[in-house]
C-alpha cells in the first residue's frame, strides 16, 4: 500500500517553503517527488522523512547542522543559517537501512533497521549522548554540535527501536523494553534519581537506564520540553 504524507500550519519551513498558512491538512506529495514515506517526524523549524526503500530526506533550517546534511555544513559559519525549501537526502548511514526519526529542538535521531542509533545536530546539554561535549566542534556562540549522523557507541549492543526527543534531553527504548535518558537532567526529566545531582550542571552525556523501571516492560515512550513518559505491557 502507498502512503502518502500530508501537513499543516505555516508553509514557510517544513512544509515545502511556500508562504501559505494551511489550515487544512495539505499533501507534500509534490515536494516529496512522489516518494513513498514510511515515517516522519518535526522539528520546531526542520523536519525528516524515511521513505520506503530507507533513505531519510531532511529539510528546513540547516541551523547546527540538525539536517545532516554534509554540503549544507560550511552554510551557518558566522551565525548564517540556510533554510531547505526541499527536501535533501541523509547520506551519512553507510548504507544502513533507517526505519524510524525523531527531531529536538536542534538535534535529530535516526534508528537503522539493524536497532542502531544515529544523532546529528546540536550537542547542547549532552543530548546527542555521544559523551563528553567539550570533544565535540563548536559553533559561535560555544554551541557543541555534530553536522552529520553518527552512531552511538554507548548503545552499542543494544537494539534500539524507539526514540523520543525533547528540548534538552533524548530518551531511548530496547527491544527488551528498557528504557534509558541522557540530555539535561534537571526537573527530573531524566527520572534517573540521586545519578542526576552527580552530573556536572545536571547533564548526563550518555545513555543511563532508568532504574526504577527494572523489572518493567516499557512498550512507548513519549518527550515533552521539560518532562517524559512511557507505557508499559500491564498498561
Not at 553507510?94 to 542509533?117: H, K, M, N, W
Request: charged residues 15%; proline residues 5%; hydrophobic residues 35%.
Amino acid at each position: 500500500m502507498r502512503s502518502e504524507l500530508w501537513g499543516l500550519g505555516p508553509g514557510w519551513n517544513c512544509l515545502g517553503g511556500d508562504s501559505v498558512m494551511h489550515s487544512l491538512p495539505h499533501s507534500l506529495e509534490i515536494m516529496l517527488h512522489g516518494a513513498n514515506i514510511e515515517h516522519f517526524a518535526s522539528g520546531v523549524d526542520h523536519a525528516l522523512a524515511v521513505s520506503s526503500s530507507g533513505q531519510v530526506l531532511a529539510w528546513g533550517n540547516s541551523s547546527n547542522g540538525k539536517l545532516g546534511v554534509r554540503s549544507l555544513h560550511g552554510s551557518c559559519v558566522g551565525g548564517h543559517q540556510y533554510v531547505s525549501t526541499s527536501p535533501l537526502p541523509v547520506e551519512e548511514f553507510g548504507g544502513r537501512r533507517i526505519q524510524r526519526v525523531a527531531c529536538g529542538d536542534e538535534y535529530s535521531t535516526a534508528i537503522s533497521s539493524e536497532g542502531e542509533l544515529f544523532v546529528w545536530g546540536s550537542g547542547l546539554s549532552g543530548k546527542l549522548g555521544l559523551g563528553d561535549t567539550q570533544l565535540l566542534p563548536c559553533r559561535a556562540g560555544h554551541v557543541p554540535y555534530v553536522p552529520v549522523p553518527v552512531r552511538v557507541e554507548a548503545l552499542c549492543g543494544l537494539r534500539i527501536t524507539q526514540t523520543a526527543c525533547g528540548d534538552q534531553h533524548c530518551i531511548a527504548l530496547t527491544d527488551c523494553g528498557e528504557m534509558l535518558a541522557w540530555g539535561n537532567a534537571s526537573l527530573g526529566r531524566l527520572g534517573i534519581g540521586a545519578a542526576a545531582s552527580r552530573a556536572p550542571n545536571q547533564e548526563v552525556d550518555a545513555p543511563l537506564p532508568i532504574e526504577s523501571l527494572r523489572g518493567q516492560r516499557v512498550v512507548s515512550i513519549a518527550a515533552g520540553c521539560y518532562n517524559s513518559a512511557c507505557t508499559t505491557e500491564e498498561g
